[in-house]
């Protein structure tokens, strides 16, 4: 059987120990690869929404070619923290920040960067799914192109192969030229990723992608971010831990006391599901509070 | 589980016959007072007894729930009737509009009047010479003219207020609100007092189409405004999280998502100014022969015609105005219901 | 504002400043000073915007500021034109009522007041609101809480059609079909009230009053009150409304406790609008009301004025000099239209923002 599915039996059968389980078989299938230069690295990252401090201090280093899961409460800071990492934090009013956010060595943040090429290298797929209304599936996945103005020689090839790497293409590849609403979540969500990948990202962040979806739908996205993270970063906040333990290969623990969040502990799946070093990962990942 | 028969849904609060009968002696009470005293006193005529039995059935009623219950009652009694009555009074002079126009404007109703205008007939003439072809070919005009004009400002000044959102986003809004209750009046005198005593320009139906774009540009910005609040903003994000610039995220994904709200905004502002008639009378002339050039030269719009007309008084031009009037009411109705279509049809988009 | 009553699903007069935003261009996010004393200071954040969006921004700005502009611009050329008129005739503009038109020849010097049709405005905007007020707070309380449901969307579909209904319609009605029948009232109040001074009558002249222009007012500015207060009616908050019946209250004691205090004052701002709205009335007006330079009080009298009907009056045959004081009217219907909007939006948005 595939390994999600053993992923399924293990969990039913087993649910704490299975996850430290599932993680040691993901990660270690995954140490070897390690493309260099797709990494980024937040530094010392603090936000604020006009005087509420909301992050403080976060520093992680995302390794190229691995999947790093954000897990946490809700309201700890995690969807911020990754809207900062593709500048799309400073779009609120009151947002403001402090660190460096670094992409092969060059701060994102330093005056006088073209934001827009900084968003084509770092890629989001959102909570909810939203395909462009007024474009077709086709005009869906090139929509990136359009918009940032890319030139690309063979469009149908890449139509495909973003379709195919997001494990649509089998579904749509007869009726491309039909409106993006037509189709379900999951698959609405699928499009939203082939159309992110559409402009060669090479970090994807995901904000809860599958928490609109069902359960079968989450699965098949999880096998799509498992195959892409052979060729990107992906960084992917979730509240479903079972999620985190069959996906990715780092996690990182967010939590809030009332005030800002901060990073508890960050290292790699497996340590954080079965031998965490912080008290309060342990009472998370085994369900005593959250 | 036992067979027992599901007992039949009642209603146990509603009136039964018996309660019901104070009431039905009532409402012939009333029927016979009013006949009554209409038929001693000075009133008379239907309205007269129209309003005789509105005051009798107040009393009437009152006094029903005044001894079958208390005070508070009757003063309930007597605030539904006449609240019923107002409800009444606004339906009324619509269907009697309605009415008229079609019964008064149906006598100078001919397919020859759209092929003919006024430049050799006299208003006077019998019905079946001239027509209001330069009337309408006159409103074309004009409402042409004033969409061009008006639409990309409005617009614009919608995605100022919704994209731009800067500091004077407050003031801009509050000044469009303003701009809104111009009197239409006030809009002629302002183009007069550029278009021809500033510039020098003669009558036209340029003239009456900047006017007429004074007074749609607040409709066209606010109803697009509102259309584009209710864009989703995750739209907005995923446009820029894929790496594109302001506008294009705005001309590709933001405007075609709200298109048919967009158009519905145009077509309010084009009904809203389609019978304006006062601005007109300063700015375009008002002849009698077709025009076709819209930037020279005396203009007519529908309006226009019935205002002549009207003034004329005679009996055959007063006719032609009903006509003129009816004309109108169609174009009005015509854009209205097409502002009812689309936004059913957007909800099912 | 007249129009269908399309409604969108949400309408809500104050802005989200959560909502995503951009902040290109040189915007700088200010350095705040840190509380505690291990907190980095807040980054500038700048963007150079590329040269496409400064284009679209500049564009964008340009068209939004455009009615800034243009209200400016109105106020302007009028207050420009009617200058001189407003520099000889001084404060006497606006009180006196006399409307001579200069003769040169005869030596007759030029006099301007429009001090009579303000008056008539006033009167007529009275009139209008006396009559269309109640009627519009009934018809608004009979579609919120007595109409059955099958007659609803009708009834507000009949109330948005009368929105739409241009006023010259409205003119011709009201002096073929409303007059008629106005006259007939009319002389009915004066034969039983007409001891009270505003109902006498110095000569039987009934037709073209002031008493049938505010009647046909009124009916032109019913929709716009009607629309409001059903508006503000649907806000009032349900749990309010059944304290007072699981209190034992009756349906009028109900609305007179809880409805009506909750909406006076988004009630009173529509009743404004509605009455800028007849203020600024040309056609209708002009059609039945026969103009007459005199400030009286009998309202059944075929004589008054509004200073709309009358620049449309004096506008066909008005000599260079007669149109500059046609400005200086025009620019003080103007301003006071402008008044009374801002008064009324400012009431509505207000009572909107407390509830």
């Known amino acids: 059987m595939s390994s999600i599915q053993g992923v399924e039996k293990m969990t039913q059968d087993n649910p704490v120990h299975s996850l430290a389980s599932v993680a040691a078989a993901n990660s270690k299938a995954e140490q070897q690869k390690r493309i260099p230069g797709t990494g980024i690295e937040a530094r010392k990252i603090h936000a604020w929404f006009g005087d509420k401090h909301v992050i403080d201090d976060v520093s992680i280093d995302f390794y190229p070619g691995t999947v790093t899961a954000l897990i946490g409460p809700s309201g700890c800071g995690k969807s911020t923290f990754i809207r900062i990492l593709n500048r799309m934090h400073e779009f609120i009013p009151t947002a403001a920040m402090a660190g460096e956010v670094l992409r092969e060595g060059k701060d994102i943040y330093e005056p006088g960067t073209d934001v827009t090429k900084i968003r084509l290298g770092i890629g989001m797929v959102f909570q909810k799914p939203n395909p462009f209304p007024s474009m077709t599936i086709k005009e869906n996945v090139l929509s990136g192109l359009r918009l940032a103005q890319l030139k690309v020689s063979n469009q149908e090839e890449l139509l495909e192969s973003c379709l195919v790497r997001s494990g649509l293409w089998s579904e749509v590849k007869d009726r491309l030229n039909e409106y993006g609403g037509a189709l379900s979540g999951g698959q609405q969500q699928r499009l939203c990723i082939a159309r992110s990948l559409a402009v060669n990202p090479q970090v994807l962040l995901m904000d809860e992608p599958c928490s609109a979806l069902d359960p079968g739908s989450t699965l098949r996205i999880e096998e799509t971010i498992r195959e892409l993270s052979s060729s990107m970063t992906i960084i992917i906040v979730t509240h479903n831990m079972q999620q985190a333990a069959r996906v990715s290969d780092r996690t990182g623990f967010f939590l809030s006391d009332g005030g800002p969040g901060r990073l508890i502990e960050c290292s790699s799946t497996t340590e954080i599901f079965s031998t965490p070093k912080d008290k309060r990962t342990e009472d998370y990942v085994t369900g005593r509070f959250g | 589980m036992s067979t027992a028969t599901i007992p039949r849904p009642t209603k146990p609060w509603g009136l039964s016959f018996r309660q019901s009968i104070p009431d039905l002696v009532g409402a012939v009470a009333t029927l016979l007072i009013s006949f009554a005293i209409v038929g001693y006193s000075p009133l008379k005529g239907k309205l007269g007894f129209v309003a005789t039995l509105l005051i009798v059935s107040i009393f009437v009623s009152a006094m029903i729930s005044g001894v079958r219950r208390d005070r508070k009652a009757a003063l309930n009694s007597i605030s539904t009737v006449m609240i019923y009555v107002a409800g009444l009074f606004v339906i009324l002079p619509l269907v009697s509009i309605l009415y008229e126009i079609g019964r008064r404007g149906i006598t100078g109703l001919s397919w020859g009047i759209f092929t003919t205008d006024m430049a050799v007939t006299s208003s006077d003439a019998p019905l079946d010479e001239g027509g209001l072809l330069h009337a309408v070919v006159g409103t074309l005009y004009i409402v042409l003219i004033a969409t061009v004009f008006s639409v990309p400002i409005g617009i614009l000044t919608s995605l100022y207020l919704t994209e731009i959102k800067g500091r004077a986003a407050g003031t801009i809004r509050f000044f469009v609100q303003a701009m809104s209750g111009i009197p239409s009046i006030v809009a002629g005198l302002f183009i007069y007092a550029v278009w021809m005593i500033a510039l020098g320009n003669q009558y036209s139906a340029f003239a009456g189409a900047m006017a007429l774009a004074i007074l749609m540009i607040p409709t066209v910005a606010r109803t697009s405004e509102e259309v584009l609040k209710l864009i989703p903003s995750d739209l907005r994000e995923a446009g820029l999280a894929l790496g594109g610039t302001q506008w294009r995220t705005v001309a590709m994904i933001i405007l075609p998502a709200a298109q048919s709200g967009l158009i519905t905004a145009v077509i309010l502002g084009i009904a809203r100014v389609a019978g304006e008639t006062a601005p007109l009378l300063l700015t375009m002339g008002g002849a009698d022969a077709l025009n076709l050039n819209p930037f020279n030269g005396n203009s007519s719009a529908i309006p226009f015609y019935v205002w002549k007309n009207f003034s004329l008084g005679t009996e055959n031009a007063v006719a032609r105005a009903w006509t003129g009037v009816l004309v109108l009411m169609l174009i009005v109705l015509f854009f209205f219901s097409l502002t009812r279509f689309l936004a059913n049809r957007k909800g099912r988009v | 504002m007249r129009g269908f009553g399309i409604n969108f699903t949400t309408r809500s007069p104050s802005r989200n400043h959560l909502s995503a935003h951009f902040i290109l261009g040189n915007s700088s996010i200010t350095h705040v000073s840190t509380a505690a004393p291990t907190l980095p200071p807040k980054r500038v954040i700048t963007t150079k915007p590329r040269f496409s969006d400064k284009v679209f921004r500049a564009v964008v700005t340009t068209g939004g500021f455009s009615s800034l502009v243009i209200l400016g611009l109105i106020s302007l050329f009028l207050l420009y034109n009617g200058l001189n008129v407003f520099k000889s005739e001084g404060l006497k503009f606006i009180t006196g009522f006399d409307w001579i038109v200069p003769q040169p020849d005869a030596g007759v010097p030029a006099q301007y007041g429009i001090g009579a049709m303000l008056w008539g ?140 205090p909750y909406g006076r004052g988004g009630v009173i701002g529509g009743a404004m609008l509605g009455l800028g709205r007849a203020i600024g009335e040309t056609v209708a007006v002009y059609t039945v009301l026969n103009i007459v330079f005199d400030i009286r009080i009998e309202v059944l009298l075929s004589a008054g004025g509004s200073v709309a009907s009358m620049i449309v009056n004096k506008f066909g045959e008005a000599n260079p000099d007669e149109l500059k004081a046609l400005m200086a009217s025009g620019f003080v219907l103007f301003l006071v239209t402008l008044l009374i909007n801002f008064l009324a939006n400012f009431i509505i948005n207000r009572t909107a923002r407390e509830s």
């Open chain 3, 121 to 260: 405005t006033i009167v007529i905007g009275l009139i209008a609101l006396f009559f269309g007020f109640p009627i519009s707070v009934g018809a608004a309380l009979f579609l919120s809480y007595y109409a059955p449901e099958w007659l609803k969307k009708p009834m507000v579909l009949v109330i948005d059609v009368m929105a739409a209904i241009p006023s010259i319609v409205f003119g011709l009605w009201g002096y073929f079909i409303l007059m008629p029948h106005a006259e007939y009232w009319a002389k009915i109040i004066h034969k039983y009230l007409g001891f009270i001074p505003i109902f006498d009558m110095p000569a039987p002249v009934f037709t073209r009053s002031p008493f049938i222009a505010g009647l046909v007012l009124a009916i032109m500015i019913i929709p716009i009150i009607t629309s409001i207060t059903r508006e503000i009616f649907a806000q009032t908050p349900l749990d309010r409304i059944q304290a007072a019946y699981a209190l034992g209250a009756t349906k009028w004691s109900m609305i007179k406790a809880v409805v009506i």
